[in-house]
């Protein structure tokens, strides 16, 4: 009998060990391919491609990523009530270097008589404020090359009237000296435009941007970044200062 009993105790430490292993085994981790983020900048100019499109801004935003595919969602609110509100949703895809998106900018068009609304996308209604515009891009390392193009939407005309596509090309080159990482853009639009305010091929962004990550007390840190623009097209300049959280 003392055999039987002892057989039976061995056989279920034997077989306990077993099933804890098989539910460890059968047990599936979280997809680690599917990412989130959230955002919030503040900063002292909205500066967009050259033209400025508010004055300090809180500018919020957040992501939701899976191999390669992201969604985002990303808006610019000035303390000024004359400059418009803007919300625009992104849908992009990158493998290695290449990225193609599309983006549905939005605006709420302060200032006119005509409101806009935001489920309003008729192509001639007074009511749409939308801009829909697809992006392909190339980071080659030490330079990245970005390409955009307004294919719908409230766009611009070019001299004869026509819609104009409006397009708009930028240069990166970023790299890293003296404690800070730096970025230099250059930004052109190929041709004729009311969209970006010019009659024929015009440069209208050149910029230089240092960042660095600000601690505060050894446990509170954020990315900081100043930035000298200047508008070639319109002889403008600016000096911009951000934070990120």
């Not at 003392?2 to 460890?24: E, Q, S, W």
């Not at 609110?77 to 992104?90: A, C, G, H, P, Y």
């Not at 000296?177 to 962004?205: H, K, R």
Request: hydrophobic residues 40%; aromatic residues 14%.
């Amino acid at each position: 009998m003392k055999k039987i009993v002892f057989g039976l105790i061995t056989g279920a430490a034997m077989v306990a060990p077993a099933a804890a292993k098989a539910d460890i085994t059968v047990a599936s981790e979280p997809d680690k391919s599917l990412e989130a983020s959230v955002s919030a900048d503040l900063v002292t100019t909205y500066l967009w491609r050259g033209q400025q499109l508010g004055g300090f801004s809180v500018q919020p935003g957040f992501s939701v990523g899976w191999r390669g595919l992201s969604l985002s969602a990303w808006g610019s609110t000035s303390i000024e009530d004359k400059w418009n509100r803007e919300v625009d949703l992104t849908l992009s895809y990158t493998v290695g270097g290449f990225t193609a998106g599309i983006t549905d900018y939005w605006f709420s068009r302060t200032g006119d008589e005509v409101d806009a609304r935001y489920f309003s996308y008729a192509a001639h209604s007074e009511y749409n404020s939308h801009v829909w515009e697809a992006h392909l891009g190339y980071d080659f390392g030490p330079l990245v090359l970005d390409w955009y193009t307004n294919i719908g939407g409230q766009d611009g005309v070019d001299h004869k009237g026509n819609r104009a596509y409006s397009s708009f090309v930028e240069l990166g080159v970023p790299f890293t000296g003296l404690g800070l990482d730096w970025q230099l853009i250059a930004g052109a639009t190929p041709y004729c435009t009311s969209f970006y305010e010019a009659n024929s091929f015009a440069v209208t962004e050149v910029s230089i941007r240092a960042s660095k990550t600000v601690n505060i007390l050894d446990r509170v840190s954020f990315p900081a970044w100043v930035q000298l623009a200047v508008n070639p097209r319109s002889s403008k300049a600016f000096l911009i200062a951000g934070i990120s959280f």
